[in-house]
Nanobody, 123 residues
Framework: QVQLQESGPGLVKPSQTLSLSCTVSGGSITTMYYYWTWIRQSPGKGLEWVGVISYSGGTDYSPSLKSRTSISRDTSKNQFTLQLSSVTPEDTAVYYC???????????????WGQGTRVTVSA
């Protein structure tokens, strides 16, 4: 059974870059045809899809966050990383990584979630 765990600092200063990693165990991030996804949850916006990196390394991002978002991976560590630049307090949220199936707007089958990590943007 695949397991995912988020890691990174819980506090980021405004204008800086948020960086989180998701370490995957029980399966390879290169396995077809899975997608490795970042989702965040905040009281103001609810559940929000941030972006995804595919099993082959292709990426896709939320249109509202695209200009500030970069998702990468390290296959040797079996992990993928979210970087969100120029953060503001509105980026405060619980950030989840997940293994999904299907296109970003069309999920199906089993989705595995990490437990989430809270990130606060504050000076």
């Amino acid at each position: 059974q695949v397991q995912l765990q988020e890691s990174g600092p819980g506090l980021v200063k405004p204008s800086q870059t948020l960086s989180l990693s998701c370490t995957v165990s029980g399966g390879s991030i290169t396995t077809m045809y899975y997608y490795w996804t970042w989702i965040r949850q905040s009281p103001g916006k609810g559940l929000e899809w941030v972006g995804v990196i595919s099993y082959s390394g292709g990426t896709d991002y939320s249109p509202s966050l695209k200009s500030r978002t970069s998702i990468s991976r390290d296959t040797s560590k079996n992990q993928f990383t979210l970087q969100l630049s120029s953060v503001t307090p509105e980026d405060t949220a619980v950030y989840y990584c997940a293994r999904t199936k299907g296109a970003p707007d069309r999920w199906y089958g089993q989705t595995y979630w990490g437990q989430g990590t809270r990130v606060t943007v504050s000076a």
